[in-house]
Nanobody, 120 residues
Framework: QVELVESGGGLVQPGGSLRLSCAASGNILRIYAMGWYRQAPGKQRELVAAITRGGSTNYADSVKGRFTISRDNAKNTVYLQMNSLKPEDTAVYYC??????????????WGQGTQVTVSS
């Protein structure tokens, strides 16, 4: 019923930048909180950044000052601007959203993930 599709991952050198996008589509009435998580090999999935519908944000300490989350409610899209990337940022990044779906209620949606690799 709802699909989240990420884009923008890839290979970048340390100190470089990437911008991730995640667009939600389907029978959406309203999207509440949206966020980005990441999972590195052998590690648990962790919250990177989150944003409320009104624009309030919170970040993991490891990315504060380097990453910026934003959203476009009209386009049902969330973005993650990543600057000053470090090798330890290497992970699969997942989009997450709390979505009210017509006839169903609020459900938590996940994207399929996009690989970000920071390496020289």
């Amino acid at each position: 019923q709802v699909e989240l599709v990420e884009s923008g991952g890839g290979l970048v050198q340390p100190g470089g930048s990437l911008r991730l996008s995640c667009a939600a589509s389907g029978n959406i009435l309203r999207i509440y909180a949206m966020g980005w998580y990441r999972q590195a090999p052998g590690k648990q999935r962790e919250l990177v950044a989150a944003i409320t519908r009104g624009g309030s944000t919170n970040y993991a300490d490891s990315v504060k000052g380097r990453f910026t989350i934003s959203r476009d409610n009209a386009k049902n899209t969330v973005y993650l601007q990543m600057n000053s990337l470090k090798p330890e940022d290497t992970a699969v990044y997942y989009c997450n959203a709390d979505i009210r779906i017509a006839g169903t209620g609020v459900t938590e949606g996940w994207g399929q993930g996009t690989q970000v690799t920071v390496s020289s």
